[in-house]
């Protein structure tokens, strides 16, 4: 069912501005981030934020259906990706002894040195392309913003916490 156009509220030129900025820079950030660890520890982002995600948990361990949605990402893109991480032996999966239908991802010994060789990288790049062009200020505001969209986000897509902002 199409959208009556008289009803839609189209941008005006500041929200189109503040839209489009959006979308080309968080594109392009990542797409610097990527190619910096890729260069540099032959590590996708992608990739390097499963490990940041796993080295937060204790015993550097959860859940893969808590992973995808601390990631942002599906149950079958993130399992994909888990097999080849697994076969790379930077993470292993277990049954989830508690559930035995979930299952575990858990980052390794090799999974744990590639983390701490390229976060130096990573948060240099953070800083040099994001943190450091802000004033504190920004900083704050961008965070609340942000945190305000993540909580609305999670809401609608019926999350019952939200995931934690790493």
């Given at each position: 069912?199409?959208v009556?156009?008289?009803?839609v509220?189209?941008?005006?030129?500041?929200e189109?501005?503040?839209?489009?900025?959006?979308?080309?820079?968080?594109?392009?950030?990542?797409?610097?981030?990527?190619?910096?660890l890729a260069?540099?520890?032959?590590v996708?982002?992608?990739?390097?934020e499963?490990?940041?995600?796993l080295?937060?948990?204790?015993?550097?361990?959860?859940?893969?259906?808590?992973?995808a949605?601390?990631l942002?990402?599906?149950?079958s893109?993130?399992?994909h990706?888990m097999?080849?991480?697994?076969?790379e032996?930077?993470i292993?999966?277990?049954?989830d002894p508690?559930?035995k239908?979930?299952?575990?991802?858990?980052?390794?010994?090799?999974?744990?040195?590639?983390?701490?060789d390229?976060?130096?990288?990573?948060v240099?790049?953070?800083?040099e392309?994001?943190?450091d062009?802000?004033s504190?200020?920004?900083q704050?505001?961008?965070g609340?913003?942000?945190?305000?969209?993540?909580?609305?986000l999670?809401?609608i897509d019926g999350l019952s916490?939200?995931?934690?902002?790493?």
């Amino acid at each position: 069912m199409a959208v009556e156009q008289k009803n839609v509220r189209w941008l005006n030129e500041s929200e189109m501005v503040a839209w489009r900025s959006y979308i080309v820079a968080t594109m392009r950030l990542r797409q610097r981030l990527h190619r910096e660890l890729a260069e540099r520890h032959d590590v996708t982002l992608a990739d390097y934020e499963v490990l940041v995600c796993l080295s937060l948990q204790p015993d550097d361990r959860m859940r893969m259906s808590e992973l995808a949605s601390m990631l942002g990402s599906t149950k079958s893109r993130l399992s994909h990706q888990m097999v080849r991480l697994e076969a790379e032996g930077i993470i292993g999966r277990t049954r989830d002894p508690a559930d035995k239908r979930g299952v575990v991802a858990e980052l390794t010994e090799r999974g744990r040195e590639l983390l701490e060789d390229a976060a130096p990288t990573h948060v240099e790049g953070v800083r040099e392309h994001l943190i450091d062009l802000l004033s504190p200020e920004e900083q704050q505001v961008l965070g609340q913003a942000f945190g305000r969209v993540l909580e609305h986000l999670s809401e609608i897509d019926g999350l019952s916490r939200l995931p934690s902002v790493t």
